[in-house]
T-cell receptor, first 112, second 112 residues
Framework: DQQVKQNSPSLSVQEGRISILNCDYT??????FLWYKKYPAEGPTFLIS?????DKNEDGRFTVFLNKSAKHLSLHIVPSQPGDSAVYFC???????????FGTGTRLQVFP | DGGITQSPKYLFRKEGQNVTLSCEQN?????MYWYRQDPGQGLRLIYY???????QKGDIAEGYSVSREKKESFPLTVTSAQKNPTAFYLC???????????FGSGTRLTVV
């Protein structure tokens, strides 16, 4: 029972273009959502988060959109850079707990 | 420099042996977590501890044990009862802000 789903295992984007990574969730008891970036053999690093009461949060080249009615969030990276090539995990915080539930990840490759 | 230290980075174990993975943090975080990463399955929660001398099972606790005798330390023991222990193990601790967890750099365990 995967409560947080990332249906695209991989994405390939040309440098300078927009990268859009998607995440769907099935549980309404999440109070905020996060995106993490992970390089091989390293721990994930926090990228950006959004509260469930908001629909957009922006930080530099990264913007996260939340569509609560569709139970969908997306991460936009503009412009994409080769250094953005990594695995991106979507995570959801369970309301009133300290638990995060992670998606399966999307591998982003940005080519020149 | 504050952070989470996991050791060793690579660990080999013979089948039937117990092995303990170390996790130390100097961030003064109360909550600590152990996750396991397998290809195509994202991060799955093994155990977590919200306070010293207390811990809870996550989604895949069978074959694992933990202790939390000090705030800074949360070691994970992979026992011989764990059927498929070869994986990448990640330790994390949590702030009280919406940037979620801080992760260590991980330990790759291989059973030979």
């Amino acid at each position: 029972d995967q409560q947080v789903k990332q249906n695209s295992p991989s994405l390939s984007v040309q440098e300078g273009r927009i990268s859009i990574l998607n995440c769907d969730y099935t549980n309404s008891m999440f109070d905020y959502f996060l995106w993490y970036k992970k390089y091989p053999a390293e721990g994930p690093t926090f990228l950006i988060s959004i509260s469930s009461i908001k629909d957009k949060n922006e930080d530099g080249r990264f913007t996260v959109f939340l569509n609560k009615s569709a139970k969908h969030l997306s991460l936009h990276i503009v412009p994409s850079q080769p250094g953005d090539s990594a695995v991106y995990f979507c995570a959801a915080s369970v309301y009133n707990t300290d638990k995060l539930i992670f998606g399966t990840g999307t591998r982003l490759q940005v080519f020149p | 420099d504050g952070g989470i230290t996991q050791s060793p980075k690579y660990l080999f174990r013979k089948e039937g042996q117990n092995v303990t993975l170390s996790c130390e943090q100097n961030l003064n975080h109360d909550a600590m977590y152990w996750y396991r990463q397998d290809p195509g399955q994202g991060l799955r929660l093994i155990y977590y501890s919200q306070i010293v001398n207390d811990f809870q099972k996550g989604d895949i606790a069978e074959g694992y044990s933990v202790s939390r005798e000090k705030k800074e330390s949360f070691p994970l023991t992979v026992t011989s009862a764990q059927k498929n222990p070869t994986a990448f193990y990640l330790c994390a601790s949590k702030t009280d802000r919406e940037d979620g967890y801080t992760f260590g750099s991980g330990t790759r365990l291989t059973v030979v």
